[in-house]
Nanobody
């Protein structure tokens, strides 16, 4: 059974940093393009960042470009999201996602979702 488990969310002041982690179990991690999505209260889930199977390529949403970095460690079956210069508008539940594709940018392409971790940025 494939499963994604996230950790690292919490409360942080504006301008601060957090690192989210997500571990895949039950499948070969290196076969999965991985991504992070987020959903703010009252809004639709949106794409944040994605990384290729090998980690050699990344794509970030314009809203987080230059502040967030996605990375992965295939030896640890783990994908990370380093979030710097956080803003109140980054407040959301962050979801880890995976699919057997090079990159994952659309919710409809996701094969497995994590349970979500709440990130709250205070002003």
């Amino acid at each position: 059974q494939v499963q994604l488990v996230e950790s690292g969310g919490g409360l942080v002041q504006a301008g601060g940093s957090l690192r989210l982690s997500c571990v895949l179990s039950g499948r070969t991690f290196s076969n999965y393009g991985m991504a992070w999505f987020r959903q703010a209260p009252g809004k639709e889930r949106e794409f944040v960042s994605t990384i290729t199977w090998s980690g050699g390529g990344t794509v970030h949403a314009d809203s987080v470009k230059g502040r967030f970095t996605i990375s992965r460690d295939n030896a640890k079956n783990t994908v990370y999201l380093q979030m710097n210069s956080l803003k109140p508008e980054d407040t959301a539940v962050y979801y880890c996602a995976g699919a057997r594709m090079v990159v994952v940018r659309r919710s409809g392409d996701v094969e497995v979702w994590g349970q979500g971790t709440l990130v709250t940025v205070s002003s």
